[in-house]
């Protein structure tokens, strides 16, 4: 709908002024795209954000409104701000059974700077949306933070856990890196076993080869102890050689590739300075537009 308005604005303006006949039908190769560059993450070209004091050098050129930069900022707000009342009310409605999930798409956002226990609530939501009580398995992976795993216990309970193997490799390598000091060879030879350890899912064995270096040090010791705590804790999470044999993800890669672009492009550039509201308002368009419910948001803003 949105695409259509301005496509059809874009026309009336070059008819107006006579730059286009009515009966002419040309068609226009772009080399360029100054609104957008290609993410070797995602594959595709994404949107670029523009600092809100050029927003109004866009409008001018591409519709022929005059409008002030500070409008522009308010007008993100406001819209965010209701990208965030449509969000609730979608949510809502699946938490009540009263729509059916729409279809799957490759990759869709959600996000928010709120507490863990709001946020559960917010990706359980996301996660009926995309059809969660039809799913044959639910899976659940990130890091070893406590607070997602009482999300995945409580939202998604009896969900396969997977921690992210980078960042279990993380825990063996401080354990080398605090035991072996600056010898390169001997940390490559030791976390080499690992590695093969852990990607069979022998946790067990690395938790073994790090009790076999207790005694190579004393400052150390302390380390040592809460990374074997640290492996005993999660070892059933670790199990990556199962989980990759069920054709599971065993890194959170995308996941943190969507943080950097939805996130960390927008409003992580030098020298910006947010409040909690207007991060979340950038954020909530943000998920909208590159989760492709742009369309679908205008659709609720009309018919409200």
Not at 71 to 91: C, D, H, L, P
Not at 269 to 294: D, F, K, P, Y
Request: charged letters at 25%; a neutral charge; aromatic letters at 12%.
């Amino acid at each position: 709908m949105v695409n259509n308005a301005l496509g059809a604005l874009r026309i009336h303006l070059a008819e107006k002024p006579g730059l286009i006949g009515p009966d002419v039908f040309a068609f226009t190769w772009i080399t360029e795209f100054p609104m957008f560059e290609y993410s070797k993450t995602e594959e595709r070209y994404m949107a670029t954000h523009h600092p809100f004091g050029l927003g109004h050098k866009n409008i001018r050129e591409l519709a022929g409104i005059c409008v002030d930069s500070k409008e522009i900022e308010r007008t993100f707000n406001r819209s965010g701000a209701e990208v965030e009342v449509f969000y609730k009310r979608k949510a809502n409605l699946f938490l009540s059974n009263k729509v059916v999930p729409i279809r799957a798409v490759p990759t869709m956002y959600v996000g928010a700077i709120e507490t863990a226990e709001v946020f559960g609530s917010r990706i359980y939501a996301e996660a009926l949306s995309r059809g969660l009580e039809n799913a044959q398995k639910q899976v659940v992976i990130g890091d070893g933070a406590p607070w997602i795993w009482n999300i995945a216990d409580e939202q998604f309970y009896g969900a396969i856990q997977i921690i992210d193997l980078y960042h279990a490799r993380e825990h063996y390598w401080s354990v080398a890196r605090e035991v072996f000091g600056c010898d390169k060879e001997t940390i490559k030879t030791w976390t080499d076993e690992r590695r093969s350890e852990l990607n069979q899912g022998n946790v067990e064995q690395v938790i073994e080869a790090i009790k076999n270096l207790l005694s190579f040090t004393k400052d150390g010791k302390e380390l040592l102890e809460r990374e074997i705590g640290y492996f005993k804790k999660n070892k059933e999470q670790m199990r990556y050689n199962e989980f990759r044999r069920q054709g599971l993800f065993v890194g959170s890669g995308v996941i943190e590739a969507g943080c950097r672009a939805v996130i960390g492009q927008r409003l992580k550039q030098s020298g910006m300075h947010w409040t909690v509201r207007g991060a979340n308002n950038i954020i909530a368009l943000r998920c909208c537009i590159l989760s492709n419910r742009w369309e679908d948001f205008w659709e609720y803003r009309a018919c409200g």
